[in-house]
């Protein structure tokens, strides 16, 4: 098993339409984080959950709505998306929120909304 | 000002050669500081983390930080072809909890594009 594993890889939508990404960290870790990552720009943090518990929400839109039930998942459901909202969707893991934790990325859920 | 800043390149240097990837971050206070690299269609994979000033050397990487200056560097030195990829980096600043407890936030530069040609 790969540490941190995303689900679906790909992902094409309407902007009508409601999915999730899924998100599951197989290190044992108690933080767990959602991305942005469009082109040209630098990776966006979204949210941030400690122990189940989200930490930080860095004015993301409503129509993106997380979802933690354990340390080891972490969802991303999506409704009502906008065409600027295609982008890889990054999830990572780290041992804890807090200063010299590195964080591990699974390998990103590439968005397209028609 | 961008909180972490690199020139998002592209740099383009001949196999063997050594690649220098620089970074310049806002927040005085930042305690920790990491590179990854970034292969096209791929996610960001940990190669180097810093702690202190000074440099950390592992393998054909060196990062080198300079806390008073607020810069943090990563040489790779005999590079090949197989380097080429996106550097970002990425460094631990302050961010705060609901509560006002503050926590280490990740936050990343652009990225600087490395070619590395035969």
């Known amino acids: 098993e790969t540490g941190v594993t995303q689900t679906p890889r790909h992902l094409v939508m309407g902007m009508t339409n409601k999915k999730s990404l899924k998100c599951e960290q197989h290190l044992g870790h108690n933080a767990m984080y959602w991305y942005k990552q469009s082109a040209k720009k630098p990776l966006e943090l979204m949210f941030v959950y400690s122990l189940e518990e989200r930490v930080e929400n860095n004015s993301v839109p409503s129509r993106f709505s997380p979802e933690c039930p354990n340390s080891s998942h972490l969802f991303l459901h999506l409704h009502t998306l906008q065409p600027e909202d295609s982008a890889l969707y990054l999830c990572a893991s780290s041992v804890r929120v807090g200063w010299g934790t590195e964080a591990f990325f699974g390998q990103g859920t590439r968005l397209t909304v028609v | 000002q961008k909180e972490v800043e690199q020139n998002s390149g592209p740099l383009s240097v001949p196999e063997g050669a050594i690649a220098s990837l620089n970074c310049t971050y806002s927040?005085?206070?930042?305690?920790?500081f990491f590179w990854y690299r970034q292969y096209s269609g791929k996610s960001p994979e940990l190669i180097m983390s810093i702690y202190s000033n000074g440099d950390k050397e592992d393998g054909r990487f060196t990062a080198q930080l300079n806390k008073a200056s607020q810069y943090v560097s990563l040489l790779i030195r005999d590079s090949q072809p197989s380097d080429s990829a996106t550097y970002l980096c990425a460094v631990n600043m302050k961010g705060a909890d609901a509560g006002g407890t503050s926590y280490g936030k990740l936050t990343f530069g652009q990225g600087t594009i490395l070619t590395v040609h035969p």
């Open positions: 927040d005085r206070g930042s305690q920790s």
